[in-house]
């Protein structure tokens, strides 16, 4: 079974003329070291926003902007554990010394398969910081210089999933965390009054490490083998039986975060394969 994450090649990426995509802008990207974040990095470095991405890993985060550039887009990398306020923070103010704070995706995310019975609390702690905590923080502090833009516009992206509608099993705190997303979106612009917005983007299995990573876990819990954790479990209802790729995922936030979503306040934009609404 060979299935890896696939490069980003530019004739792939989503390109949008939107007035407020320049260099003036700041796009601040969680998760940037990998998969979806790196490929939401690369498209909007490419719309021509000025990007800062944040992840825990140097090295990729760095590998990130090496690609940005590679498609003549402008970003920044900065190390940042999400767990610590003080690093967020300071990340935030980083961010805001090289322009306009208009946009927010966050992305970053992690996995563990158990049950709730055997799962580990510092894993959950883990996961409920990662995925739901910074992102709510992340958004309480960029809110304030999206108000202050010339507009005083300003985008949320969270990322979220079918998991932000349906729950699997032995995935408990990622079924948690996503569903809070949904919450936190709509919350953003029940209080964004039409100009601060923010959206879901839910989609099935992407062709990233998170997704690939889990395959032998989920093979040993349910006691199957590792091509039917794909052809089942994976795809099983999905009726496009091939994963997204992750550019086909960022393409959407940027789209998200265009002038061509102005009603995109609070919405979920549901690309799974008909893996929630098909029977």
Same mark, same amino acid.
């Given at each position: 079974?060979?299935?890896?994450?696939?490069?980003?090649?530019?004739?792939?990426?989503?390109?949008?003329?939107?007035?407020?995509?320049?260099?003036?802008?700041?796009?601040?990207?969680?998760?940037?070291?990998?998969?979806?974040?790196?490929?939401?990095?690369?498209?909007?470095?490419?719309?021509?926003?000025?990007?800062?991405?944040?992840?825990?890993?140097?090295?990729?985060?760095?590998?990130?902007?090496?690609?940005?550039?590679?498609?003549?887009?402008?970003?920044?990398?900065?190390?940042?554990?999400?767990?610590?306020?003080?690093? +967020?923070?300071?990340?935030?103010?980083?961010?805001? !010394?090289?322009?306009?704070?208009?946009? $927010?995706?966050?992305?970053?995310?992690?996995?563990?398969?158990?049950?709730?019975?055997?799962?580990?609390?510092?894993?959950? !702690?883990?996961?409920?910081?990662?995925?739901?905590?910074?992102?709510?923080?992340?958004?309480?502090?960029?809110?304030?210089?999206?108000? *202050?833009?010339?507009?005083?516009?300003?985008?949320?992206?969270?990322?979220?999933? +079918?998991?932000?509608?349906?729950?699997?099993?032995?995935?408990?705190?990622?079924?948690?965390?996503?569903?809070?997303?949904?919450?936190?979106?709509?919350?953003?612009?029940?209080?964004?009054?039409?100009?601060?917005?923010?959206?879901?983007?839910?989609?099935?299995?992407?062709?990233?490490?998170?997704?690939?990573?889990?395959?032998?876990?989920?093979?040993?819990?349910?006691?199957?083998?590792?091509?039917?954790?794909?052809?089942?479990?994976?795809?099983?209802?999905?009726?496009?039986? *091939?994963?997204?790729?992750?550019?086909?995922?960022?393409?959407?936030?940027?789209?998200?975060?265009?002038?061509?979503?102005?009603?995109?306040?609070?919405?979920? $934009?549901?690309?799974?394969?008909?893996?929630?609404?098909?029977?």
């Amino acid at each position: 079974m060979d299935i890896q994450e696939p490069d980003i090649l530019s004739y792939e990426i989503l390109s949008l003329k939107d007035e407020n995509f320049t260099r003036d802008n700041v796009c601040i990207i969680t998760g940037a070291g990998s998969g979806i974040g790196r490929a939401t990095a690369v498209a909007a470095a490419k719309n021509g926003l000025t990007v800062v991405g944040l992840d825990i890993n140097e090295a990729a985060g760095q590998e990130t902007c090496d690609k940005a550039r590679a498609h003549g887009g402008n970003m920044t990398f900065i190390p940042t554990d999400l767990c610590d306020d003080k690093a +967020v923070a300071g990340a935030v103010e980083q961010a805001a !010394d090289l322009g306009q704070i208009k946009y $927010l995706a966050n992305i970053a995310g992690m996995q563990h398969i158990d049950s709730i019975e055997n799962f580990p609390m510092d894993i959950y !702690d883990r996961m409920q910081k990662t995925m739901l905590r910074a992102p709510f923080l992340l958004s309480q502090l960029v809110i304030p210089h999206m108000k *202050e833009s010339g507009d005083g516009k300003g985008v949320i992206a969270n990322m979220c999933s +079918v998991h932000g509608h349906i729950c699997t099993k032995n995935k408990p705190v990622y079924n948690l965390t996503k569903f809070g997303l949904r919450g936190l979106s709509q919350s953003i612009s029940a209080e964004g009054r039409g100009k601060i917005r923010s959206f879901t983007v839910s989609t099935g299995f992407v062709k990233t490490q998170l997704a690939l990573n889990q395959i032998a876990d989920q093979a040993e819990q349910r006691g199957i083998t590792r091509e039917e954790v794909v052809s089942d479990v994976m795809m099983g209802k999905s009726r496009v039986k *091939e994963m997204m790729t992750p550019i086909e995922v960022g393409n959407m936030i940027i789209f998200g975060f265009s002038r061509h979503a102005t009603y995109l306040i609070g919405g979920d $934009l549901l690309f799974d394969g008909g893996m929630v609404l098909t029977y």
